[in-house]
């Protein structure tokens, strides 16, 4: 079954040439793109749709959420708000909430909030345990996390458990809770800081997790300069996360990795990505993550929403393309990328098409998964000059209408 929709004012590809093409139209067949090009020569479809001279974009890729969680933290954003400090502390009461979940509930509450976030455009998601912190509690996260989104994270190394030795629970991380988690996740990660895991803690775990085969992700330089992205580096991580903190060393070090990437042919060895997380920086008051410096310096830079209820409670990509441009100077275009092609880079998802039935996400190109979001608006520059309004129209997600 093959859509027309037609009509396009803006088609904002975020393709390899990065073309943006006016009075267009796509042509989806099932799950995927088959067709881009000028309205006026489009081929026909078994349907279309007219898209009324509104603007399309590929779904957003939001590439760090934490999904898996119960209970509420409003008594702790509002001590933030009257000038306390954001700690990782906090972290265990979601865990006791989580843990006195059932699983129905957990899977419900996980999957709604994948569906709220599919109704603002959201389109390919990945998610992470870390509020189990037991062997049984965080395989089952794992398992619920493997349902809800399209990639899942272990994140069993996010918070020592109070009264916990750090060391031995470190080895409870690297052993049997991995083991347990193994075989519902693609990716590992570690919340390196002070408070979380020392840099030693964080190697052990990340070495540990690349020889089981999963794929390596750090929280680092959130709270403070410290190793997270040196550490990413050395080992090879997707993505560093948060990088609110950056010494001059970490930006080169980040740049440094993408040197074996041919950005024009997307092809070559990916490096580490920078994921800037701006709803995060707003709600924890820290200073907005370098996204500027980041780009200029040739680092590749996503936009997530890092949904979770300490640090940053929404899922909205809208709100953190829109701050992004407002406060941390990305253009209109940057901040699209960065929340779309920049996710699905830091999700090994920028790759594939029909020959090996892998097909890309976060950009609209033949063969690319059908993944797109049409704006009640003729341009994507209204994310930022309407920021907070109701702006997604229509979804299609692997070519199923989802909105
Ligand atoms: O990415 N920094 C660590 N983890 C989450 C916050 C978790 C929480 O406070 O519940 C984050 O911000």
Request: proline share 4%; glycine share 10%; aromatic share 6%.
């Amino acid at each position: 079954m093959s859509l027309l929709i037609t009509n396009i004012a803006e088609l904002m590809t975020q393709d390899l040439e990065h073309r943006v093409l006016t009075d267009a139209a796509v042509v989806i067949d099932g799950e995927r793109i088959a067709w881009i090009g000028p309205a006026a020569s489009a081929p026909a479809a078994d349907d279309a749709v007219d898209a009324g001279r509104r603007a399309l974009l590929p779904g957003w890729v939001d590439s760090h959420t934490h999904l898996l969680f119960a209970g509420d933290r409003t008594a702790e954003f509002e001590a933030r708000m009257a000038g306390e400090s954001y700690s990782a502390g906090g972290i265990a009461v979601t865990v006791d909430a989580t843990r006195a979940t059932s699983d129905f509930d957990l899977t419900r509450l996980a999957m709604g909030r994948v569906a709220e976030a599919v109704s603002q455009g959201t389109t390919y998601m990945e998610t992470k345990t870390g509020y189990g912190l037991d062997v049984e509690q965080e395989a089952r996260s794992a398992r619920i996390a493997s349902t809800a989104a399209d990639q899942a994270t272990y994140l069993g190394a996010h918070l020592v458990p109070a009264g916990q030795d750090a060391d031995a629970y470190t080895d409870l991380v690297c052993g049997p809770m991995l083991s347990a988690v193994r075989p519902y996740v693609q990716w590992a990660d570690v919340f390196c800081e002070k408070g979380a895991f020392t840099e030693d803690q964080s190697r052990r775990v990340l070495q540990a997790c690349r020889d089981a085969g999963l794929g390596l992700r750090v929280h680092g330089n959130q709270l403070g300069e410290g190793p997270g992205v040196r550490l990413a580096v050395e080992v090879g991580a997707a993505s560093v996360d948060h990088v609110n903190y950056l010494a001059g060393a970490d930006v080169e070090a980040l740049a440094g990795t993408w040197s074996g990437w041919d950005p024009a042919s997307g092809t070559g060895v990916r490096g580490t990505m920078a994921t800037c997380l701006p709803a995060c920086d707003l709600s924890t008051r820290q200073p907005l993550a370098p996204a500027r410096a980041l780009l200029d310096a040739g680092v590749q830079v996503a936009l997530a929403s890092n949904c979770n209820p300490g640090t940053s409670y929404t899922s909205s990509m809208a709100y953190c393309v829109a701050t992004a441009v407002l406060q941390m100077k990305l253009s209109v275009h940057e901040a699209v990328r960065a929340a779309t092609y920049g996710g699905a880079l830091a999700l090994h998802k920028d790759r594939g098409t029909d020959a090996d039935g892998q097909r890309a996400v976060g950009s609209i190109a033949v063969g690319h998964r059908a993944d797109l979001h049409l704006l009640n608006a003729p341009s994507a520059t209204h994310l930022a000059y309407r920021p907070g309004m109701p702006l997604t129209y229509a979804v299609w997600r692997a070519g199923v209408r989802a909105r």
